[in-house]
Structures are given as C-alpha cells and as structure tokens.
C-alpha cells in the first residue's frame, strides 16, 4: 500500500466526517446567532433560551438529514471493506 493510497483513504475519511457534521453544526450557529442577537436586542441572559433551541434545531436536522447521510456513511465503509484485499497486496 503506498503512500498515495493512504493519502486518498484519509482525505475520504476527512470528506465524510465533514459531510456528515457541516450540516447539524452550521444548523446550530445559525440558531445561536439569531439566539444570541435576540438575547443582546432584548438583554435576557438566560442560559437555556442558548441550549434549548440548539438541541431541537439538530434533532430537526438528523431527523430530516439523518437517513441520507447513514447511508453515505454505510457506503463509504462497505466500499472500505471492499478495498481491503487489494490493500494487503
């Protein structure tokens, strides 16, 4: 296995985990944003007006995201698994 090949399997590695996360961590920023500006406009300083509306934004995310990114992910290790006799070699 040459360098080449470890190079590509990790930058595929890095792809996928990029593409799962970037869309359940921009979702949050978005909402802690306007969270954040709702918060300074009105100068309510409670903590959980910050937690709450983030953890609903990403369940709302997995829910509706959650099905294509699994299988992304499922793809991407059973062509890994395929890939292992030729990586022994």
């Known amino acids: ?3 080449g090949e470890v190079t590509m399997l990790l930058r595929g590695g890095i792809l996928q985990v990029l593409t ?3 869309p359940l961590l921009l979702s949050a920023l ?3 944003l306007i969270v954040a500006i ?3 406009t009105t100068s309510i300083q409670e903590q959980t007006l910050t937690f709450v509306p983030k953890v609903l934004t990403i369940l709302a995310v997995l829910a509706v995201l959650g099905g294509l990114g699994f299988s992304r992910l499922a793809d991407y290790t059973i062509e890994l ?3 292992i006799p030729d990586m022994v070699r």
Request: charged share 15%; glycine share 6%.
């Open 30 to 32: 978005l909402v802690g």
């Open 81 to 83: 698994f395929r890939r």
């Open 20 to 22: 799962l996360a970037a």
């Open 1 to 3: 296995m040459s360098i």
């Open 38 to 40: 709702l918060q300074a």
